[in-house]
Each structure stands twice: as C-alpha cells, then as structure tokens.
C-alpha cells in the first residue's frame, strides 16, 4: 500500500449542542492512500455526506466537529491537522490540495454565469496574477480533459446535459490539480449509461493525473468495479473496511452483506434479491448496542448490548480489512472476549 496522503482519525461531528445534540458521525478512522480510489457506501442517512463536509470543514450550521484529526501529508513539508489551520491557510488549502465534486451538479453550478466564468473564478481565487488569457486557455485545457467540446465554454448550466454539467464540476475540481479529490454521490441523478461514462474517465484521469479519490454513493455496485478499498458506513461509524474484491466476495458484516445483495448481478445465475427490511437507524436515538441489530437477521445477545469495535477479525487471517460485528470480534477486544464467553 502507497503512503497516505489524508487520515482520518476519531473524527466525531454533531448536528447542534448539548444533550440535544445528534451525532452524525462518531469515532471514524479512515485512511486515503496516494493513487488510492477510495469508495464509501452506505444508505441516505448514514453519514456520509456529513463525514466529506467535516474533513473539508464544509459543514453548514449546526454542524459541529466535536473531535478528531483529519491529518493531510503534502509532498513537502510536514504533515498537519487541517481542523486546525487558520481560515487565510484553509482557503490556500481547498481546491489547491484537496477539491470536492458536490452532489448535484445543477445545484453547485451557478445557473446564471457561463462555465467558463465560473472555472476562470477558481483559477483567478488562487492565483490573482494569472491573466485572463491564461485563465481561459486553463478553461479550455480542463473541458478537453473530460470530453467536453471547448466551445461549451459560452454556455450556461442549464444549456448542458445532466452528464456534461457533471463533467464541468471535476473538471472544476480539478482546476488547481489537487492531490485530493472528493466526490460526493456524484453520479446518483444520471442514468446508468452515463454513469458508466462519467466512472470510465474518472479511472483514466486518476491514472493520468494520479490524484487520490475518496468517492462517496449509496450504490455498491459502482464502487465493486472501480476502487481499491471500500468502507461501509452505518448509523454513523465505519463497520467495515476491505478491498474492492474481497467485500465483494465474502463481505463479514451483514449490513455489507446486505447492501451486496439489494442489487442484481449482471452476470452468472438469477439470483433472489433480498434487500435490508426496516429503515435506517434515528440518529437521535440509536440502539444501545450495534445499531444495525434491529435489522439484522444474525443479532445474538451481545449485539443488544455493546457497541462492536472496530478491528482485524480474529477469526480472518487477513490485516487488510477491519469489521465491527459480533459475528467476527476483533482479536485485541476484551469486551468482545468477556460478551461471548
């Protein structure tokens, strides 16, 4: 594995404060390694989004970060905490290191300036002594680069397809040619050919550039084919980290297992799609244990009760993924240990 380039460590971030509080997102540990495509899945709700929008410090009120570290290694210098930079050094640091693709492109487009307006302003922002010539030759650079014709560069969002105005946003986000990119769900309005199209020049601008990407969705199956990890969000924690290949494979918890089996295969013999029953979790008010044992067809005893540790199963010789269930504790988990004796 290449060195990381962000780690997210203990990461907690709340929607208001004090005992009214919910906690979206609780104790993540994530790791983002150079050239790595990093897929997170889960349901609407499960914190995704809130997690993207913590590390960048994007998140709108009442959103409150309550702990953690989310660590960025540059190519020079020393590694440092972003949640601590200044708002001068935050500014510096968007777009020029880490960039964010938001979810809707229509919605992040500003419906009443043309695209090349809006991708010279972002150049312009860190660079105040580029010329407009400059600027524009970048803007025509980057619409080649995601397969748009250069003379969009005169048209409004609304004149653009939904596919191509995705295409204006990671050419966006890849203005400043970040080392980070963030993509939040965005493929979910497109159909599935396009979002085919839209994954396809993803991997061979990865490939091209070498940029690392965290890609967040709800649709599993889109992350199987094209990343390198996964990690399965629910109610608000990590519960499960492996390669592409192996979740696919033999995913051990069975929110993964789950999610693996809500969506039909395109190959091999018909299969019964079994889906999860029951809605995800209130964040207001979670189970005491495992949140997702309500829903769960193999909860036992322990799972009412204790919140599962995120570890190595001690019953996989394997170190490249972790998992929080029941079913397969982690070796070094005393509470594990003391439950199922």
């Known amino acids: 594995m290449n060195e990381p380039v962000l780690e997210i460590k203990g990461l907690d971030v709340d929607y208001g ?14 790791t983002l390694h150079r050239g790595e495509v990093l897929g997170l899945a889960g349901e609407s709700g499960s914190g995704k989004s809130t997690l993207a929008y913590g590390l960048t410090r994007l998140l709108p009120p009442p959103g409150v970060i309550r702990g953690g570290e989310v660590i960025y290694h540059p190519d020079d210098g020393e590694p440092y905490d972003v949640l601590q930079l200044t708002p001068k050094q935050l500014r510096d640091f968007r777009w020029a290191e880490t960039s964010i693709v938001f979810q809707g492109a229509m919605n992040s487009l500003n419906p009443v300036h043309k695209v090349s307006t809006q991708l010279m302003d972002v150049i312009k922002a860190h660079d105040p ?46 203005a400043l040619e970040p080392r980070v990119v963030i993509m939040d769900e965005p493929t979910t309005a497109l159909d599935v050919v396009m979002q085919r199209q839209i994954l396809a020049q993803l991997v061979e601008l990865r490939e091209r550039l070498g940029f690392s990407v965290l890609f967040i969705t709800h649709d599993l199956s889109l992350l199987v084919e094209f990343s390198d990890r996964i990690a399965i969000m629910y109610g608000g924690r990590i519960v499960e980290q492996a390669r592409g290949v192996d979740l696919y ?4 918890h069975p929110y993964s297992d789950g999610l693996l089996h809500s969506f039909p295969a395109l190959r091999g013999p018909r299969r019964e799609l079994t889906g999860i029953p029951g809605s995800p979790p209130d964040q207001r008010s979670l189970p ?28 996989r010789d394997d170190t490249t993924r972790t998992v929080a269930c029941w079913l397969h504790p982690a070796e070094d988990d005393a509470t594990a240990t003391l439950s199922l004796s």
């Open 17 to 30: 404060v004090g005992a009214e509080a919910v906690h979206a997102v609780q104790d993540v540990h994530l």
């Open 288 to 315: 005491l244990g495992c949140a997702f044992a309500p829903r769960c067809p193999h909860a036992f005893e322990p799972c009412a009760g204790h919140v599962p540790v995120l570890g190595a199963p001690a019953d």
């Open 249 to 252: 494979r033999d995913a051990l």
């Open 129 to 174: 002594r580029s010329t407009r010539a400059s600027r524009l030759a970048r803007a025509r650079e980057l619409l080649r680069l995601v397969g748009i014709a250069a003379d969009r560069l005169d048209a409004y969002p609304h004149q653009l397809s939904g596919g191509m105005r995705q295409r204006v946003m990671i050419a966006m986000a890849l």
